[in-house]
């Protein structure tokens, strides 16, 4: 099943049950949402309407949303780890509530006819364990064990794992929250219901909302590695044809998640969007220098076509951008080559280690202590400004 048949399933799965189809939000959050650089999860763009607003396409939504996750940059080239994904999720704003979720998910996920027509007996979920601020989930339990999915397939799960926003150490989210449910293929998390019924300010959950909410994500990519049958998500319609002029994995990921961060008006700089736009390009160039085939492999992309617009100037950008760096990389390595330490290509060209070790040699112990002296150095420096 080709990626553009899978979202298209989702969405007639969730329109028959009486939810308006909402168009995916930019990967830039509202002005007024300075939470995150990038929209990380469908969730966020809708906070609002979990929170009691009434949203005008009313109480059932179904959307496809692109999203950005650059926390996990380093795991990108493992077999199910991007920066851009698109997550499918429906939404109930103080309707439905546990019962309509899971068996939807449920149905959508098995059905030969209406959905993914998924083997059964290699599914298997989590639920919320309980801890001081919410019982454990027993209803979700329940509903699964009544579905059919036998009790040892059915695990309970802490507040790091089956809470959303994830409550771990450093979760210091503000605005709704709640218990999830997750569903696993095999070993892949491929479905999160979660149930939002909580409001959390500054990490600390307060109480309960004025509605209960339930907010599913499902990621496309991790869909249809499953549904297409391959052990990763770049072997996937999604990637194919990109993988074949990227050649390795982070070339593809990055080239495609710049591709829309572009579309969406973010442009490379020192500073927060545009500097991740630039971390990412940079990571690319010194793995592949021939990136034009890349570019113009997501922007034709089949699946993409009629539903997402990229910016016509997409390989201008890139060039440009990347130009400027190959003329510092350039002339750094000339100076290295003199017998320059590498170090100053950290110190008089800005590059971070990871890009400096992908472009010459160096002594990762000797550098190390390095970039320690030098931050011992310009924090000594920055108290003597301080106090003059
Ligand atoms: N927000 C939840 C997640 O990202 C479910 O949509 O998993």
Redesign the pocket.
Known sequence: MLSSEIRQKFLNFFEKRGHAVIPSASLVPNKSDSSVLFTT???QPLVPYLMGNPHPAGKRLVNIQKCVRTQDIDEVGDNTHDTFFE?L?NWSLGDYFKEEAIQWSYELLTSKEEGFGLDINRLHVTVFEGDEYAPRDDESAKIWEKIGIPKEKIKYLGAADNW?PARKTDFNWTGPTGPCTEMFYDDVEIW?D?FMEYSAENGKITGKLSQKNV???AGLERLAMVLQGKDNIFDTDLFSSIMSAAGSRIVADHIRTACFMIADGVTPSNTDRGYILRRLLRRAYVRNKDLGPVIDAVINHTSYKGLYTFSPDTQEVIAQELEKFKKALDAGLKQIEKGEDPFILFTSFGLPLEIIEEVTKIDRAKFEKQMAEHKRLSSVSGEQKFKK
Do not use: F, K, P, Q
């Open positions: 999860a469908g969730m997550m999720g959303w999160n979660v907010d599913t994500g």
